[in-house]
């Protein structure tokens, strides 16, 4: 059923999600040429998937998507480069294709269409699509987490907090979505309060797992406390103790004991994000090489959400070794696949220094 748009824009966050939306253009040359554009189409989500934005881009031009379709993965690949401005611009394009009826596909494009106006810095824009957003779907727990992440932004305080707690009274047992409110108001100057958020985790609920405790003690920097309930189920087996315990004895400084408890959480399987933090571990010993290692493990694991950390930190440990030439080579590759990387821009013009 189709619902009238005549309000403003409204918008959600949400990760990389791409699931087909847009509608396929039948074909007039038989089933052969129809099973044909659909192999090229799907080839363009692959594309994307696999973080190879020029080519995805360069293919969609070639394809006979539905107009909407086709602005949103062309502002998918724009936000993969880091190209903001453009990526708005092909999302609002897209929206402007609905015809005045809100469909599926129009929450999916608002939904990139938010990341790319909080990368902008619009936080004003923001901020009314989330108010619109939470008035038309108030049982959204994540929508009202994040329009007080917007607050925030905006330096709106008390406002925050009223969408913090709504968020909370929506999902009471979301203990990812009190960490990241914690996580949210010590960056921005309110850590004291972001704590009352954890302590109520720990007080509040006595059927906690250690897991879940000592990973909310590591995020308030109880590191100590956090490897006594993290050590207890260590012998569980499970990456994502593993990752916690080290993280927290990669807190203390103790770089030598954690890079072992990295290790062997390797061996219980293949981990980007464990190669991840082994390398950057690595890098505070001062063992280049053994960094450069990691780095290179975790990029064939092929865990796209990491590829880009695991590139640039690779460059990284090039420059420490003092290998400028190779360092220089991954980084001009690494500028042409996310041009909007200030950083690496930064880093790029070091490198050619050298």
Known sequence: MHKCFTGLLFIL?????????GGRAASSSGADTEEALAVEEETVYTLIEDMKYEEALALLETLDLD???SLRVAGICYMGQGLYEQAVEAFEEALAQNGGFLHEIDYDINRYLAVSYNKLGEYEKAEQVYAAICALQPGDADAWYL?????LELG???DAVGCFDTAVELSPTDYDLMISIYQALAQYGYRA???EYIADILDSDDSISDYDRGRVLYYTGEYSQAIVYLEKIKSQGTQDVILYLAMSYEALGDYNYAANVYTSGLELGESAVLYNQLGLCQLKRGLYEEALEAFTLGLSCNDNSLRQSLRFNQITAYEMLGDFTTAKELMETYISD?????????????????
């Open 193 to 195: 309060l972001g704590e």
């Open 338 to 354: 996310y041009p909007g990387d200030e950083e690496a821009q930064r880093e790029a013009l070091f490198l050619e220094s050298r």
């Open 13 to 21: 966050i949400c990760g990389f999600a791409l699931t087909g939306c």
């Open 147 to 151: 329009h007080g992440v917007t607050y």
């Open 156 to 158: 709106h305080y008390e």
């Open 67 to 69: 107009a909407q379709e």
